[in-house]
Nanobody, 122 residues
Framework: QVYLRESGGGLVQAGGSLRLSCAAD????????MAWFRQTPGEEREFVAV????????TYADSVKGRFTISRDNAKKTVSLQMNTLKPEDTAVYYC???????????????WGQGTQVTVSS
């Protein structure tokens, strides 16, 4: 069963924007913290952003702070990542994930999507 499904990736020029979405098939979606991680070949998954279950707390990696915005809609069971002023170094596969606590550690998350590719050309 696929619990999380990402969409919205693609190819964009540097300075452009993309909006990633993640649809969740989790009965208790509103009880989960939701996060985005990204990964490039040969590297570990890197924390990007997290939002807690009640939309009270958000935090971002320093590398994306001020450019990316995470949001959620508990009624629709979705989480989004608005990415602005994209840079070539943002190129990666982006993963949506759900967990009990809003942490920046990949090991704390229980459910993962299959990822969506984001490529930023210079």
């Amino acid at each position: 069963q696929v619990y999380l499904r990402e969409s919205g990736g693609g190819l964009v020029q540097a300075g452009g924007s993309l909006r990633l979405s993640c649809a969740a098939d989790l009965q208790t979606f509103s009880s989960y913290a939701m996060a985005w991680f990204r990964q490039t070949p040969g590297e570990e998954r890197e924390f990007v952003a997290v939002i807690d279950s009640n939309d009270y707390y958000k935090t971002y990696a320093d590398s994306v702070k001020g450019r990316f915005t995470i949001s959620r809609d508990n009624a629709k069971k979705t989480v989004s990542l608005q990415m602005n002023t994209l840079k070539p170094e943002d190129t990666a596969v982006y993963y949506c994930t759900a967990g009990v606590s809003a942490t920046p550690r990949a090991r704390d998350y229980n459910y993962w999507g299959q990822g969506t590719q984001v490529t930023v050309s210079s």
